[in-house]
């Protein structure tokens, strides 16, 4: 039998850590090993009932001497840095030392967690400036140059990948996402699943699922020699919230509806409101020069989604590529919704309609933190 592997996951309580954790630790392939500020969390506790290969560890990634500790004796890492945290200018700090401690510490395979770059994507027009993805993607960009700069050099061994991810689905049925629903009435006074985003009338976001990311995790960290410098763009489909609605309402047989509004009428929404002058980032100093607002970053954000209906603009995917690696993959908004449906049942929900009307789930970490559902 194979040597264990050892995998140092930064992020691993998150949305989207959570599947990575459990893809590599599905079969007692790797070892995994979770740095989080707080063992004692509900998201942490389950990740340490996954099994014995699953190691919680308490600390920061704002601090070295807890990075140094994390990456000790490991053969890989996942890292993906919380920018709703740090803000923009922190993120590219820590993503620096992590890519940096990684190779002092002899990490053979890195994977960086990696978002879309609309603003480079479309010529650095300042419409698309978002700065929690640009921060992101700016040093995914910056790991593949060093990488390739440093390759023979007799200090570096080390291969790496990015695992680019758009927005979760999942976040299309969740409180406080950038697109979540609201139960409205119509005109006829029946309930309405409804979706008021500023997407326009053509654009779409290449949603990803959370459920797909196990997958493509164990597919880089399985063939390092493959994935080596490779940008691995995830997705389902760039769906337009007009037939998001229309699968929904396939699905549960409850009407839905997508009414495009302006970002003005967005930041008007109560929560988004409520949020709209605050950083982006909630340890970004008020003060700092480098703070983007809420509204700022994403009106940069919905900006790049406007532009990227039909496969087109600042946000592309392979999916022939996906569907080539990946054949088992949610494809259509309707078959995520048909999941959903029957996992809601299985855990005594109801239907999905149920689940979303009466018992919303908080998809993102920092809402289930720092702003509990009452």
Known sequence: MAEQKKVFVIGGTGAQGIPVVQGLAQDGKYAVRVLTRDPSSRRAKELAAIGPNVEIVAGSFMSEADLRAGFARCWGAFVNIDGFATGEAMEMYWTIRCYELAIEAGIK???HGNIDFGLKNMGYDP?????HCDGKRRMGEWIQMSNAANKGKPWYDMKIALLTVGPYIEMSLSPRTPMQPHVERDEAGDEVLTWRLPLGKDGAAPHASLDDLEFYTRWLFDDPDRADGMDLKTGIDHINYA????AFTKVTGRKARYIPVTLVEFFQEPYWASVAEKPCGYLVDPDSPAKMTMRENFTGWWTQYQHSGGNKG???RDYAFLDEIFP???RTAEEFFRR???KARKRGKG???DSVVNDPTLVLKIHEDYAPLK
């Open 314 to 316: 600042p946000c592309q």
């Open 109 to 111: 395979f890195y994977v």
């Open 127 to 131: 419409k698309f400036r978002d700065g």
């Open 243 to 246: 037939d998001m609605a229309a």
């Open 351 to 353: 239907s999905l309609w």
């Open 328 to 330: 088992g993959r949610i």
């Open 340 to 342: 959903e449906d029957e």
